[in-house]
């Protein structure tokens, strides 16, 4: 449902609270309360079918009619009885009310008139009819301290700060604000969805990252529905904010959180992992890590390294900080020369000449003070983690003061950690007074500094610029493999052949083993003998059972009953091939035996067997497997996923987290091409995935690495109903061969990350007054942000359209890129073109925006505009000419270029359209 009305929830101007009254125990009476605390400037009232005059000397109507005679409220709180509510939404909403939050719980519990419905599908039916948008049931509310607005029944108030808190729970939430009062630290928002029905986690996450002013968001999850619209919010929030997340349910199941079983996965933690990891977010582990990354967000300069100084008056705390840092991936900052003579020359006793640097039991508040502003202002360090450990000589409130009293000196951010209980408990609360970020232990204060870190490189990795893949294969070609797929299906099976699987992999141009098919014993024989050399032979049974991937023995180091290795002459062919016949048709009656597939042994050549694969999962669509493989081994207990569409860059990251990585640098001969070999594997397997959509899983086991060659021995694919995936993957169908009114051919296609080497001397062939009309300042150079912007786009709400033409070379150039940005609701897109010099008047602008429109209106999109500087007289006159309607924005001084795509469908879409600010 998008961002649709969501402005009533966070900015309303009247709020009206329904089930409100003055009883001991009234959520309704505790909810007006809080507004009444919160200095809410709006206006207020009570709802009470028992006909209060007032609640709390807020006037009170005794129902919804009543109050829509005197005033039809922005947002409707409801804490009345559950029965009651899905009617009581439907009046709201066609008393035009717009917003809402339903507190009450219960609904999905409490029996319906109708078997088969519950009071939760019954309100949510006549929201939908009605108009009205719905956040909630059981939810605990929200709070918004930059608008004084408390609309909770939270024991608590918070203070206004920068991070927002948008969770599923009521309970967490409530503890987070208890634990942020009691710290000294505010929101920007806090927002419990609790069992909401309509307004979901990505509408929030998409409101508070377009109109809020939160530098960061917390994220509690507890369960996913829409995977897709949840990686496109986090993933845009990504880009603009610091994003942490914790989820529950990691482990358990049950009636409100019932198990999904994802084939090939012990534990579908590890895809919200990936998925995470995917968005540049951030993934805390439990409530005591939330916290400390809520002191982090609020009080810590962002870092620009990894490189962390520790500072204690004892070396068996920093010593702990130091395992800590090491285990979390971090380093410790090696400190210069420069910096340790400071250290030698200016402290009154010899510190340690290291990092950690222990200052001694008998450092002096004003000694904590020269080493921490020395180590501060180091440019080899990025961080200071300061830990004290009470003395007579050292204690603690003094020499927390003298911290806080100095903090401006220090240029870097620096963690503080007092330990203790009865001397440092008042000190943490002096640092928490002061804003100074102060944790209970050393592995606390290495843990948050981590988070930073881990942020950091996150988003690193997301705007690193992907190779090409080495050999790519054509779309044409694969969507061969696509129809063999078609077949498979209209025959009624539900997985491929070995011969099959190994054809589309060959499509792909993935190597494959030789290997020859055999019907019957007498065709395995003859096979064996106009192939048989240096090399023993190796048989295995095809039959329908078989083809299934991701199905493991419980003693995976036995070799498979379907198998038959070492045979060396015809006649032994034969044997084998009627032995496996008579297992199969004994332990699997029902199967069908479809082929016996031979291959040559792979033995004597210092070989490495790899797992790969794709499965798919019920929330998040296709998956991406890597890991150590065998016949024999146990290869869940190196199994890595990611999320496709996968990139170069992407699969070496992959690789990277897995042991066969590992194996592979320390026994390979050429680690890095075998490398780049497999992580191409990886992509091909990612576009296997987005070009079959009926592909339900497929298992590589064995992939096969030796010093001559890598190749596929085994393969397995099953079938299933198309999958969604949870980042949109590369739109191929999108691509056309054009010609210009000069007869330059030129393809035009959708932009991706590796496209942008091409982009950045693209930009360097444009001239200042184009590169100014199209940024509207001048821009020399694009930066490495600016390409992952440009280039890593989201093609659910984004869209880039290049013009490139071959060279004779075979290189490729772009000559001219059209893009838009959408907003999450699909109203309105805003548009930009921009054509090398050389080639302006060939009719490629006019071409680029008649492809982007015709794009925008098949996705459904109402608008289409563009800003332009009055003196950008060429796009002005292409814009008319294209049929654009334009005129003089007078507050941007800029020219506004407006074309219709889709007519609204509702009163909201045409306000948004009416009004400028979007909500």
Request: with cysteine; aromatic share 6%.
């Amino acid at each position: 449902m998008g961002t649709r009305f969501l402005k009533y929830f966070f900015e309303p101007k009247s709020v009206a609270v329904f089930g409100a009254s003055e009883k001991e125990f009234s959520m309704g009476g505790q909810v007006i309360r809080n507004l009444q605390d919160s200095q809410f400037p709006g206006q207020l009232y009570a709802v009470n079918i028992k006909g209060y005059d007032e609640v709390f000397g807020v006037r009170c109507f005794n129902n919804a009619e009543a109050l829509a005679e005197y005033q039809v409220p922005d947002l409707a709180i409801i804490c009345s009885p559950p029965e009651a509510i899905p009617d009581l939404v439907g009046r709201l909403g066609h008393l035009n009310v717009k917003a809402a939050l339903v507190l009450s719980g219960g609904l999905s519990r409490v029996p319906s008139a109708n078997p088969a419905h519950t009071l939760k599908d019954e309100m949510l039916t006549a929201a939908r009819e009605s108009g009205i948008r719905i956040m909630g049931p059981e939810c605990l509310g929200i709070l918004v301290p930059g608008r004084k607005l408390n609309a909770s029944y939270s024991s608590r108030n918070v203070k206004a700060g920068k991070v927002a808190y948008i969770g599923q729970s009521g309970m967490l939430g409530n503890a987070m604000i208890d634990w942020a009062n009691g710290q000294g630290i505010g929101f920007s928002h806090v927002v419990t969805l609790g069992d909401s029905v309509d307004v979901m986690l990505p509408d929030v996450i998409d409101y508070i990252n377009r109109y809020s002013h939160a530098q960061a968001i917390i994220l509690h999850l507890e369960s996913i529905s829409d995977a897709r619209h949840l990686m496109t919010a986090i993933r845009e929030a990504s880009r603009n904010k610091l994003v942490l997340a914790i989820k529950s349910g990691r482990m358990i199941s049950s009636e409100y959180a019932p198990e999904i079983i994802t084939p090939g996965l012990k534990n579908r933690d590890d895809i919200y992992t990936a998925a995470l990891n995917r968005a540049g977010v951030v993934r805390v582990n439990n409530v005591e890590e939330l916290f400390d990354a809520l002191e982090s967000l609020s009080r810590i300069k962002p870092v620009t390294g990894d490189r962390l100084a520790i500072v204690s008056n004892g070396m068996g705390p920093s010593i702990l900080a130091a395992d800590k840092l090491m285990m979390s991936g971090g380093k410790l900052a090696r400190l210069s020369e420069d910096t340790l003579t400071q250290l030698s020359e200016n402290m009154p006793v010899q510190v340690s000449g290291t990092n950690p640097v222990n200052i001694g039991g008998d450092a002096t508040p004003d000694r904590y003070v020269e080493v921490l502003n020395i180590l501060a202002n180091a440019p080899e360090v990025d961080a200071v983690v300061v830990l004290h450990a009470p003395t007579r000589l050292a204690p603690s409130w003094e020499s927390a003061h003298a911290v806080i009293d100095n903090r401006g000196r220090f240029r870097k951010s620096i963690l503080t950690c007092w330990m203790g209980m009865e001397e440092a408990g008042p000190a943490r609360h002096e640092f928490n007074l002061a804003g100074v970020p102060t944790y209970v232990s050393p592995e606390h204060a290495v843990q948050a500094f981590m988070h930073m870190v881990n942020y950091r490189r996150s988003q690193s990795l997301l705007q690193e610029a992907p190779p090409s893949i080495p050999h790519e294969t054509p779309y044409d070609v694969r969507r061969s493999a696509r129809k063999m797929v078609v077949r498979a299906r209209e025959e009624g099976r539900a997985a491929l052949t070995h011969q099959e699987s190994t054809q589309i992999l060959k499509a792909y141009n993935i190597p494959v083993a030789p290997t020859w098919y055999a019907k019957d014993e007498s065709e395995a024989e003859e096979i064996t003998r106009n192939n048989l050399g240096d090399q023993a032979l190796a048989v295995k049974i095809v039959h329908e059972t078989s083809c299934q991937p991701f199905v493991y023995r419980k003693h995976p180091h036995k070799l498979s009953a379907g198998l038959l290795q070492d045979i060396t002459t015809p006649e032994q062919m034969g044997q084998a091939v009627q032995r496996l016949k008579e297992k199969v048709e004994e332990k699997f009656p029902e199967s069908d035996i479809y082929e016996y597939c031979i291959q040559p042994m792979q033995r004597g050549k210092h070989s490495m067997l790899l797992n790969l694969g794709v499965t798919r999962d019920p929330v998040f669509g296709p998956v991406i497997l890597f890991g150590i493989g065998g016949y024999k081994e146990n290869v869940m207990a190196d199994r890595h996923i990611a999320l496709p569409p996968l990139n170069m860059t992407l699969a070496f990251e992959l690789i990277q987290r897995s042991h066969a990585y590992r194996l592979i640098k320390e026994h390979s001969d050429h680690p890095a091409e075998d490398i780049e070999a497999i992580s191409e594997v990886l992509v091909k397997l990612s576009q296997m995935a987005a070009d079959i959509p009926d592909l339900k899983g497929l298992e590589i086991n064995p992939l096969i690495i030796n010093r001559d060659e890598m190749l596929v021995v085994d393969v397995k694919i099953d079938l299933g109903e198309p999958a969604y995936h949870a980042i949109m993957p590369y739109p191929e169908e999108l691509r056309e061969t054009v010609t210009l009114k000069t007869g330059r051919k030129v393809e035009v296609r959708p932009i991706r990350g590796e496209d942008a080497p091409a982009l950045v001397q693209f930009h360097s062939q444009l001239s200042e007054q184009s590169i100014r009309f199209r940024y509207f300042h001048n821009k020399s150079e694009l930066t490495k942000r600016d390409l992952a912007t440009l280039t890593m786009i989201n093609y659910d709400r984004q869209m880039a359209f290049i013009a490139e033409e071959v060279l004779d070379d075979d290189s490729r150039e772009i000559l001219g890129v059209v893009r838009i940005w959408t907003d999450p609701d699909n109203i309105r897109t805003e548009f930009s073109v921009l054509i090398r010099d050389d080639l302006q008047g060939e009719g490629l602008g006019a071409l680029l925006m008649r492809k982007m429109i015709k794009y925008s209106k098949s996705v459904g999109t109402l608008e289409m505009i563009g800003k332009i500087l009055v003196e950008n007289h060429p796009m002005r006159g292409l814009m008319r000419h294209l049929g654009f309607a334009c005129h003089y924005n007078t507050d941007e001084q800029v020219i506004d270029a407006v074309m219709p795509l889709n007519e609204p469908q509702n009163e909201w879409q045409r306000h948004r359209l009416e009004s400028t600010s979007g909500v």
